[in-house]
């Protein structure tokens, strides 16, 4: 019994470990990854997809827009864009998920009340 339970300890710690080993690797490569990509002087303005595989991309370099086809084996530059004549990102508004949470429970207690009247009109 001592012997099994001694095991079965083992077996949990050496679980634990890999699964620590695992996220610590994780983590750093997702540093280093984010270190490679991140960029100043490149970036995604906007991406849209035409087709499976197949999408338009407004890139940024530098001070320069270009207008990029990007197909499964090939990127074909189409154009240079003028920065006057892009569309500027809109704002997202950012919904704290309280408010969501609220709105949820107001309803839910609006609907039982509403059928609690319905009920005694009966």
């Known amino acids: ?3 099994s ?7 949990v710690l050496i679980f634990l470990f890999v699964l620590l080993l695992t996220y610590g690797t994780t983590r750093y490569i997702a540093r ?11 970036e995604i303005v906007e991406t849209s ?4 595989n197949k999408y338009l991309q407004i890139i940024r370099a530098g001070e320069k827009y270009i207008l990029l086809a ?7 530059m189409l154009s240079e864009l003028d920065p006057a ?24 207690a609006g609907s039982k009340n509403d059928k609690e009247r319905a009920d005694k009109n009966e």
């Not at 339970?5 to 077996?11: D, P, Q, Y």
Request: overall charge positive; charged content about 30%.
């Open 49 to 52: 997809r035409i087709a499976p």
């Open 85 to 108: 004549t892009l569309k500027p990102k809109q704002e997202t508004e950012q919904v704290d998920f309280k408010q969501i949470l609220e709105k949820a429970r107001k309803y839910v």
């Open 1 to 3: 019994m001592l012997e």
């Open 70 to 76: 990007v197909c499964k084996d090939t990127v074909t």
């Open 32 to 42: 280093f990854q984010k270190q490679q990509i991140d960029t100043t002087n490149i």
């Open 5 to 11: 339970a001694a095991r079965l300890v083992t077996v």
